[in-house]
């Protein structure tokens, strides 16, 4: 089966090989992109919580059966609902689609000249870096990427930052990435018949 052609593929110049190809984990990407929208609204579940016990001394359902028993669809309570309950469980939702959305589009490929970064939502960013526009690369693992068994590769440019996010084999492509980067460099530096 022939591999999927991606907007990188269409970037490539003549003598430009593909290298690797480097898929971030679904999981840690998809929590990590939603991490804010998923704390925000717990926080208001948890406020809901506890008015709903002020106000029935019961969470059966929290307070979602008294709205139905009546049939009334005003007053304090359903505003009440709507925004401490309804609204936070439909925001974490939707800022989940969108994460996973995004990691369906995002890819980052290491060709034998320089590094691409494909993202987007509904729309797909691709930028790239020379090797010899690189000044240094660094792996990354912070405690919620090692639960995971992730990592982010940072790839550092006088103009610009660049990352690798919830990747596996962190250390492994960082070292990868910096041998090319230092052949890159001392190639345009001191070609072949000068060392």
């Known amino acids: 089966m022939a591999d999927k052609i991606t907007k990188v593929d269409t970037m490539l110049a003549e003598g430009e090989s593909v290298a690797m190809r480097i898929k971030p984990k679904a999981l840690p990407f998809t929590l990590k992109k939603s991490a804010t929208a998923i704390f925000a609204g717990l926080v208001l579940i948890v406020i809901f919580a506890v008015f709903a016990l002020s106000f029935n001394n019961d969470l059966s359902m929290l307070m979602l059966l008294n709205i139905f028993e009546n049939a009334s669809f005003g007053g304090f309570k359903?505003?009440?609902?709507?925004?401490?309950?309804?609204?936070?469980i439909a925001f974490i939702s939707l800022r989940m689609v969108l994460a996973i959305m995004e990691h369906k589009n995002t890819e980052y490929v290491v060709t034998n000249k320089r590094v691409f970064i494909s993202s987007g939502v509904l729309g797909v960013d691709c930028d790239h870096i020379y090797f010899y526009d690189i000044d240094s690369v660094r792996a990354d693992v912070t405690f919620f990427e090692k639960i995971f068994g992730v990592g982010t590769v940072i790839l550092a440019s006088d103009s610009k930052g660049y990352a690798f996010r919830q990747i596996s084999d962190v250390y492994k492509i960082a070292n990868e990435i910096q041998a090319i980067t230092r052949t890159e460099k001392t190639d345009a530096l001191y070609p072949n018949d000068k060392r």
């Open 78 to 88: 359903t505003l009440f609902t709507i925004v401490f309950l309804v609204l936070p």
